[in-house]
């Protein structure tokens, strides 16, 4: 075994002697490889702070077998990732080539060497080894390879291989070629190139539907330890004009996106392999894309936290839509609902998610400029309680049957006196709850009695049944007016509004009845 994991170990049992464990964050790595040094710089920078590694074109190999640096590599880029925290991790590859694998690998002692010096006269991180297209008759060489860089590469730097997707568990061509148990052994972490389920010359299909990602990752673990698995997921699409007998040919997402801003297309997210299909009307002819966009990389995330991976990583950078990377950090994280990540609501949206008070309305999506509607804000209020579990068996309004989603906790807001119907026998579940109604609401929510200090707004009177429910919100800051002493009472409330609302109740502390 190499130092390396007498360090980790060591640092193991020193982080137990603190009083806490450290949460240890999902990793997010990236391949670079199309375009000058000037396009990786760019791509690199775009990710938004999400990249934990890069793994730049820097490494080729000659008809020799032999290191060839390749003018992409940018010590300027190198020392400037640094900078932000990033490894730069250049990976070997015989860009499909086999007979050029081979002679890597009958070379594999000196390539080794070449490799270990240019880590170290260049201030780089590591290797990542993806040499491609030989087969199970190179499978010993492949794995020797990496055992020896291994032994020559320091310790503090890391070695990763990439391997091909595998959903059937193959031992022959290309598939045989790695022996994944001894590879996890001799390197930091493995690369599953979990995509090219379709291929150029192949049948219309998509690139990586949700089935072929995950039998991969199933096929895999059965070697490797989880840890020790990073998700590749494609930055690319393929497509097939209609009228021509060969396809299947790479794009990137954002020639994609804009051939389908630009020509008719039909786009459908397909539930079943959850991977985007667009058909495109051109000039010359009928396009059909299959491609990846924010939901279809949630959903193949989503398997990164079921299986506890190490991470994600990509194939390509630059060919992505860079808006993905205003969040990636967060779906990497088990966090998917895209709408709330630049809301002015936030963190206290999360607050809410975190303390199980609310949820999105989908897997996705949280709504926070819907109205909050009166069963939800039921819900809310027994969840506060703690007695959303506690069963009832009642039918107080017409309106609310037992099979209504909300139907337990409506009618356990109205045993504990927090919520009453609009009028008799009628609750009105999906209406528009009003901030005086939500005053009112949580005012009778709170046990302890609060100072009842009259607070003056131009549209709240004495006369009005909310009065003193909108003067003991006000007076406890939890409930606040607007701009020239205003309140607006029947104003409708926000998922969002209701979100920082209950968020100030959790800060201040406050003692409910119950």
């Given at each position: 075994m190499r130092k390396r994991f007498i360090i980790i170990i060591a640092i193991c049992i020193l982080a137990m002697s603190f009083e806490y464990i450290a949460y240890s964050q999902r990793i997010n790595t990236g391949y670079v490889y199309f375009g000058n040094k000037y396009k990786y710089q760019d791509a690199v920078n775009s990710t938004n702070n999400s990249l934990d590694t890069v793994y730049p074109s820097y490494f080729d190999i000659d008809e020799d077998g032999n290191l060839k640096i390749t003018q992409t590599l940018d010590e300027y880029l190198i020392k400037d990732m640094h900078n932000k925290g990033v490894k730069v991790v250049p990976f070997i590859s015989n860009h499909w080539d086999r007979e050029l694998g081979r002679q890597a690998l009958s070379n594999k002692h000196n390539l080794a060497n070449q490799i270990a010096e240019a880590i170290e006269k260049y201030d780089l991180?590591?290797?990542?080894?993806?040499?491609?297209?030989?087969?199970?008759?190179?499978?010993?060489?492949y794995t020797d390879f990496v055992r020896i860089l291994s032994e020559i590469i320091d310790e503090d730097k890391e070695i990763s291989v990439a391997v091909a997707a595998n959903p059937n568990g193959w031992t022959s061509g290309w598939h045989g070629s790695y022996d994944y148990e001894k590879l996890a052994i001799y390197s930091d972490y493995i690369f599953l190139m979990a995509y090219d389920e379709s291929y150029i010359g192949g049948p219309e299909g998509p690139v990586a539907s949700i089935q072929f990602v995950e039998n991969s990752i199933t096929q895999l673990i059965k070697y490797v330890d989880n840890d020790k698995v990073i998700l590749g997921i494609p930055f690319y699409g393929r497509y097939w004009k209609k009228e021509d007998s060969y396809g299947g040919h790479g794009a990137?997402?954002?020639?994609?996106?804009?051939?389908?801003?630009?020509?008719?297309?039909?786009?459908?997210?397909?539930e079943s392999s959850k991977s985007v299909k667009a058909t495109v009307s051109k000039d010359d002819g009928t396009y059909i894309y299959w491609y990846e966009n924010e939901q279809s990389i949630i959903e193949k995330l989503k398997l990164v936290e079921k299986y506890d991976l190490k991470g994600s990583g990509s194939w390509s950078l630059g060919q992505e839509d860079k808006s993905i990377w205003n969040y990636y950090s967060r779906w990497l994280e088990g966090e998917y609902l895209v709408d709330i990540y630049d809301h002015w609501a936030s963190y206290s949206i999360n607050n809410m998610i975190d303390n199980k008070i609310m949820n999105g309305i989908s897997n996705m999506y949280f709504a926070p400029d819907d109205n909050l509607t009166r069963a939800q804000a039921a819900v809310i209020l027994t969840r506060l309680l703690e007695i959303d579990d506690e069963n009832i068996d009642s039918n107080s309004f017409?309106?609310?049957?037992?099979?209504?989603?909300a139907y337990n906790e409506i009618e356990l807001a109205k045993k504990y006196g927090l919520i009453n119907g609009k009028e008799e026998n009628k609750f009105y579940p999906n209406e528009p709850i009003t901030r005086e109604e939500v005053s009112a609401m949580l005012s009778r929510l709170i046990k302890s009695s609060h100072s009842n200090d009259s607070i003056n707004f131009n549209d709240v009177?004495?006369?009005?049944?909310?009065?003193d429910y909108i003067n003991n919100m006000s007076s406890m800051n939890i409930l606040?007016?607007?701009?020239?002493?205003?309140?607006?009472?029947?104003?409708?409330?926000?998922?969002?509004?209701?979100?920082?609302?209950?968020?100030?109740?959790?800060?201040?502390?406050?003692?409910y009845i119950k």
């Amino acid at each position: 075994m190499r130092k390396r994991f007498i360090i980790i170990i060591a640092i193991c049992i020193l982080a137990m002697s603190f009083e806490y464990i450290a949460y240890s964050q999902r990793i997010n790595t990236g391949y670079v490889y199309f375009g000058n040094k000037y396009k990786y710089q760019d791509a690199v920078n775009s990710t938004n702070n999400s990249l934990d590694t890069v793994y730049p074109s820097y490494f080729d190999i000659d008809e020799d077998g032999n290191l060839k640096i390749t003018q992409t590599l940018d010590e300027y880029l190198i020392k400037d990732m640094h900078n932000k925290g990033v490894k730069v991790v250049p990976f070997i590859s015989n860009h499909w080539d086999r007979e050029l694998g081979r002679q890597a690998l009958s070379n594999k002692h000196n390539l080794a060497n070449q490799i270990a010096e240019a880590i170290e006269k260049y201030d780089l991180d590591g290797v990542n080894v993806d040499i491609e297209n030989v087969t199970d008759e190179d499978r010993d060489d492949y794995t020797d390879f990496v055992r020896i860089l291994s032994e020559i590469i320091d310790e503090d730097k890391e070695i990763s291989v990439a391997v091909a997707a595998n959903p059937n568990g193959w031992t022959s061509g290309w598939h045989g070629s790695y022996d994944y148990e001894k590879l996890a052994i001799y390197s930091d972490y493995i690369f599953l190139m979990a995509y090219d389920e379709s291929y150029i010359g192949g049948p219309e299909g998509p690139v990586a539907s949700i089935q072929f990602v995950e039998n991969s990752i199933t096929q895999l673990i059965k070697y490797v330890d989880n840890d020790k698995v990073i998700l590749g997921i494609p930055f690319y699409g393929r497509y097939w004009k209609k009228e021509d007998s060969y396809g299947g040919h790479g794009a990137s997402l954002r020639r994609i996106e804009e051939a389908i801003s630009k020509y008719p297309s039909d786009v459908i997210f397909d539930e079943s392999s959850k991977s985007v299909k667009a058909t495109v009307s051109k000039d010359d002819g009928t396009y059909i894309y299959w491609y990846e966009n924010e939901q279809s990389i949630i959903e193949k995330l989503k398997l990164v936290e079921k299986y506890d991976l190490k991470g994600s990583g990509s194939w390509s950078l630059g060919q992505e839509d860079k808006s993905i990377w205003n969040y990636y950090s967060r779906w990497l994280e088990g966090e998917y609902l895209v709408d709330i990540y630049d809301h002015w609501a936030s963190y206290s949206i999360n607050n809410m998610i975190d303390n199980k008070i609310m949820n999105g309305i989908s897997n996705m999506y949280f709504a926070p400029d819907d109205n909050l509607t009166r069963a939800q804000a039921a819900v809310i209020l027994t969840r506060l309680l703690e007695i959303d579990d506690e069963n009832i068996d009642s039918n107080s309004f017409d309106d609310v049957s037992k099979e209504y989603w909300a139907y337990n906790e409506i009618e356990l807001a109205k045993k504990y006196g927090l919520i009453n119907g609009k009028e008799e026998n009628k609750f009105y579940p999906n209406e528009p709850i009003t901030r005086e109604e939500v005053s009112a609401m949580l005012s009778r929510l709170i046990k302890s009695s609060h100072s009842n200090d009259s607070i003056n707004f131009n549209d709240v009177n004495d006369n009005m049944w909310s009065y003193d429910y909108i003067n003991n919100m006000s007076s406890m800051n939890i409930l606040k007016g607007y701009e020239g002493d205003m309140f607006y009472p029947k104003r409708n409330l926000t998922r969002a509004e209701i979100s920082t609302i209950i968020d100030r109740m959790l800060k201040y502390n406050i003692e409910y009845i119950k």
